[in-house]
C-alpha cells in the first residue's frame, strides 16, 4: 500500500485552518493539527476529523517565539513518523497568524509590531526553513494571505504589511523550490466568518448587509470558501500554479 499524503495545517485549533484540516482530511491526507494556546479546540479539530473517518493528530507551539518553531518542527516530524512510519510532509499550510497587531500607526508599540511579525513572517520562514528537509518532491507550501495588501484599511498597517512580505516569501520561494516540483502559492481571504467576525455580526446585525455590499458575491465568507482553493492547490490539478496569490473574498472591493 502506498503512503497517504500528509499535510501541516498551523493554527487548525478553529477557524480557516480548522476548516482546512478538515478537508485535506477528507482528501485522505494525515493532518498535524496544530494550536498555539488552545489544546481542547485543537483536539475537538481532531474528533471532528476521525469522526468523518479521517485521520489526524494535534501538535502545540506558540509561534512567537523561534523555540515554538523549532518545537513545531520536531512535535511534527515525531508525530508523522508514529502515524504514517515515516517523517514526510506533502502540504505545509502556513495559515496561523496573529490577526492584529493590537495598535494603530499613532499608538502601536514596538512590541506589538514585533509580535505580528514574528508569528505571521519570521515562523512560516523558519518552519519551512526546518520543514523542507522532510517535506517531499512534488510538495505543496501554501501561505494563507489576506486582501488587506490590495485594500488600503488604515487601522490594520502593521497587519497587512506582514501579509506583504509573505506575498513576497511566496513569489520568491516559489523560485527556490521550484527544481524540486514544490509549489508555492498564497491564497488570500477577505472578510471570513471565524469567531471576530462571527461576534462582530452577532453585535452588529447590519454589518452583513455592509460587507456584502461591498463583495462582488452575495454571502458572508465562511472558512470553507477559503478551504477549498487550498485544497484544489494541494492536489495533483494545482501542479502547474506557483508564485501568485489566489484572491478569495468573494470579489471584495473590486470597484
Ligand atoms: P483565528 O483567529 O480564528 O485563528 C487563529 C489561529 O492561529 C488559531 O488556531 C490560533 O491558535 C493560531 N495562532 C494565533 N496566534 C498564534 C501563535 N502565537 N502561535 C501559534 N498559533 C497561533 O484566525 P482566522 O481563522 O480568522 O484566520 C486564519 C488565517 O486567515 C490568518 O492567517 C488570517 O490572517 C487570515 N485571514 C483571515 C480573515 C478573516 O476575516 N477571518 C481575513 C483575511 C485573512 P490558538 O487559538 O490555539 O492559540
Avoid: C
Avoid at 135 to 152: E, F, K, M, P, Y
Avoid at 218 to 239: H, K, M, N, T, Y
Amino acid at each position: 500500500m502506498s503512503q497517504p499524503r500528509t499535510a501541516l495545517v498551523t493554527g487548525s485549533s478553529r477557524g480557516i485552518g480548522r476548516a482546512i484540516a478538515r478537508r485535506l482530511a477528507g482528501d485522505g491526507m494525515v493532518v498535524a493539527v496544530h494550536y498555539g494556546q488552545d489544546a481542547a479546540a485543537a483536539q475537538e479539530t481532531v474528533d471532528l476529523i476521525v469522526r468523518d473517518g479521517g485521520r489526524a493528530f494535534s501538535v502545540g507551539a506558540d509561534l512567537a517565539t523561534p523555540d515554538g518553531v523549532t518545537a513545531l518542527v520536531e512535535g511534527v516530524r515525531a508525530g508523522l513518523a508514529a502515524h504514517t512510519g515515516e517523517a514526510a510532509l506533502d502540504v505545509l499550510v502556513n495559515n496561523a497568524a496573529a490577526t492584529a497587531s493590537g495598535g494603530h500607526l499613532a499608538d502601536e508599540t514596538p512590541e506589538q509590531f514585533d509580535r505580528v511579525f514574528a508569528v505571521n513572517v519570521r515562523a512560516p520562514y523558519f518552519l519551512v526553513q526546518g520543514l523542507l528537509p522532510v517535506l517531499r518532491d512534488g510538495g505543496r507550501i501554501i501561505n494563507i494571505g489576506s486582501a488587506v495588501t490590495r485594500i488600503a484599511l488604515a487601522d490594520e498597517l502593521a497587519y497587512a504589511m506582514t501579509k506583504g512580505a509573505m506575498e513576497t516569501f511566496t513569489r520568491t520561494l516559489a523560485n527556490v523550490v521550484g527544481p524540486r516540483r514544490i509549489t508555492v502559492n498564497t491564497v488570500a481571504p477577505g472578510p471570513t466568518q471565524t469567531g471576530e467576525l462571527t461576534a462582530a455580526l452577532a453585535a452588529m446585525p447590519q454589518l452583513e448587509g455592509m460587507l456584502i455590499d461591498g463583495q462582488a458575491l452575495p454571502w458572508v465568507g465562511q472558512p470553507e470558501d477559503i478551504a477549498d482553493p487550498v485544497a484544489f492547490l494541494a492536489s495533483e490539478d494545482g501542479r502547474w500554479i506557483t508564485g501568485t496569490v489566489i484572491d478569495a473574498s468573494g470579489g471584495t472591493y473590486l470597484g
